[in-house]
């Protein structure tokens, strides 16, 4: 199999192509949410509109891992930074 057929690469792609700047997250994580009900997981959304899972593991004595990352991307095009950084 190609690295570019991979399943995980295909996800990423679906992903990446739904619009979701800052503050407009939702059309994605309704997107996210409905991916891991049909894979059999029950996720959760917060007042903020995150969404989290629980995975639980195999085994009980290995530490809790925590995976987080962001769903939203630059809503507007960058035609500068100031010096101190900001756009």
Same mark, same amino acid.
């Given at each position: ?8 690469? =295909? !996800? ?5 192509? $739904? @619009?979701?700047?800052?503050?407009? +997250?939702?059309?994605? *994580? %309704? ?5 891991? =009900? #049909?894979?059999?997981?029950?996720? +959760? $959304?917060?007042? *903020?509109?995150?969404?989290? $899972?629980?995975?639980? #593991?195999? +085994? @009980?004595?290995? @530490? !809790? ?6 769903? %939203?991307?630059? #809503?507007?095009?960058? =035609?500068?930074?100031?010096? %101190? #950084?900001? !756009?």
């Amino acid at each position: 199999m190609s690295h570019e057929n991979h399943p995980a690469i =295909t !996800l990423f792609k679906e992903l990446l192509a $739904v @619009p979701s700047p800052s503050g407009r +997250e939702h059309q994605l *994580a %309704d997107i996210i949410r409905h991916k891991l =009900t #049909g894979w059999g997981y029950l996720p +959760e $959304v917060d007042g *903020a509109g995150n969404v989290f $899972v629980r995975f639980e #593991g195999q +085994e @009980p004595n290995y @530490p !809790l891992v925590c995976y987080a990352s962001h769903m %939203d991307e630059i #809503g507007f095009m960058v =035609t500068r930074v100031h010096e %101190d #950084g900001s !756009l």
